[in-house]
């Protein structure tokens, strides 16, 4: 084997420049593939990462009606959802998959939060209880968040995020700065951000409009000033985080079981139900897989037209060699060995040209990449398997060469020289 | 007695038909251990017909062979195989070194096919070029050698894994006169220290070389280097 390996290296490196040009085939075939699929795999992480925000695992349980979430701003509370009890968020921190849960009000903004004669436009204010932060996995930048106390005296102050601070702050030290929000006045304590590195993708009008309102900021006030801003009784929502990315829709699902046992509408449509960000991901990662693995039959033809390259040189080599096949046949070689020698040929040789393939696969990724903004994620498993199966490739091909060098006559073959 | 042919025949084509030609007729020979022997003949005479067939490189159409006892004709493809590789060494005209291997990896190859480990192959490997005086040129490649050179190489090869028979066609066919009389003194050691050889050749200056010669004519085996001066030899 050894012998044989030595053999198929010496080969190649003597005929340089033919064995480049024979890998070609394999090497542009691997290389599209490689690309292509850490193109589809930057893209889904992306998506997962977008969707699901990365490591912070939280699951927003809101009022739905029909399938579209409850927008309260012109509407009134609905009859028969109660406010969301301790006992019942004691009962949804208790669930296995559930690392914390915080229940919190919130608005979509489109009027009627202002910082001297700016206005906040889109975005969202929430009226959110201490431990928020911490379920949302959001930490003070500058200032600080709310103390308990505050909550329980009713205190105007509020909490922003980096964008009211770009925005309706005017970039100023948002420390001390007073807002007017539902009429009445909230001292800035502090500016918080996200943990996870937010950087949209959007695939959808759904998207577009979630995006929009996320990037225009949030306002956070005490839960409990809530009804003084807005309106009382007004049920709540709540945000979980889950113990692991996995756990997400199980954490989600079981919250809004919980939640949905304790309400009983008049209004039939209306339940709680959680945004199931994981499965919407897996269907988008789904749909740019579908798209992609067509890409991926094209380039398979060009490993097939990559073989048929490598077997038509394997036969040029057996022809080329056939004295040197005779004289091994000549002193004692058997078929089977003479044999090997070509599979192992072959197999060397597309071997090869599938690790340069990996390559130059991983370079055209990262080329893309800058080019068209997409995002890519080398898939190792992938250039294994390519790797292996440029291998395959070349042991198939390779076979009708090897068995016609190992069926030569070798009085035949000693006579061509 | 290593090699023994009995009326052998070799005809190439379909035997009686317009396009057959018969190349080998009637030949029996008889080789024992340790002797020298050459065939000699011209070109077409059936000489390397012969050659294939004790070579076990060819079947016979009709007679017998045996070599050591072994019933050649009875023997499939890999015992053929193996046979030649165990029990005979063959050196041609043309040399047949690899160019890109050295001297050693060159004589090594045998060895390689019969299973010895790398080191032993090149410790046996450069026994054989020193037995043929090449122990000073065991790294170098059949490009940086001379025509006798790499005919030394060529023996060495053949003779690595200790062969019963060195069957050699045309040894020097593509040497000068002082190199090809190298060659045949080393033939002349090799036989002197019990190799038995069989040379065939169309030169009877070379076959004179042996102590015992035969002749080829037409594919038919005669004694003696002279025509008449034996019988045929069956």
Partial sequence: MFE??????????????????????????????????????????????????????????????????????????????????????????????????????????????????????????????????????????????????????FKKICVVDESIVATLLQNEDPIGKVLEIGGDSYVVVGVVISRSTFEPTINTMEDYETYKQDESGTVYIPISDWPISYRYDEPENVLVRANSTDDMTAAGKKTADILNGTISPTDTSIKYQSKDLLEQAQQLQQLSSSTNSMLIWIAAISLLVGGIGVMNIMLVSVTERTAEIGLKKAIGARKSKIMWQFLTEAAVLTSLGGVLGVASGIGLAQIISIMSGTPVAISWPAAFIAVAFSMVIGIVFGMLPSHQAANLNPIDALRTN | MIVKLENINKVYGESGTETSVPALNNVSLTVNEGEYVAIMGPSGSGKSTLMNVIGCLDKPTSGSYFFQDKDVLKLKDKQMSDLRLHSIGFVFQSFYLMNEENAIENVALPLSYAGVPKREREKRAIEALTRVGLADRVKFRPDQLSGGQKQRVAIARAIVNNPKVLLADEPTGALDQKSGAAIMELFQKLNDEGTTIIMITHDSGIASHAKKTYRIVDGCLFHGLEEGSDEKDN
């Fill in chain 1, 4 to 153: 044989n390996l030595r053999l198929a290296f010496r080969g190649i490196w003597t005929h340089k420049l033919r064995s480049f040009l024979t890998m070609l085939g394999i090497i542009i075939g691997i290389a599209a593939i490689i690309a292509i699929v850490s193109t589809i795999e930057g893209t889904n992480q992306r998506i997962k990462e977008n969707l699901i925000g990365s490591g912070s695992n939280t699951v927003d349980i809101q009022l739905y009606q029909n399938d579209w979430p409850l927008d309260l701003t012109y509407s009134e509370s609905p009859y028969g959802i109660p406010q969301v009890q301790d006992s019942v968020l004691d009962d949804i921190r208790a669930l296995s998959e559930v690392k914390s849960a915080s229940k919190y009000n919130y608005r979509q903004i489109y009027d009627g939060v202002y910082y001297q004669n700016h206005s906040m436009s889109g975005g969202y204010v929430k009226g959110v209880e201490p431990d928020y932060f911490s379920t949302a996995n959001l930490t003070v930048k500058n200032g600080r968040l709310f103390t308990v106390d505050e909550v329980k005296n």
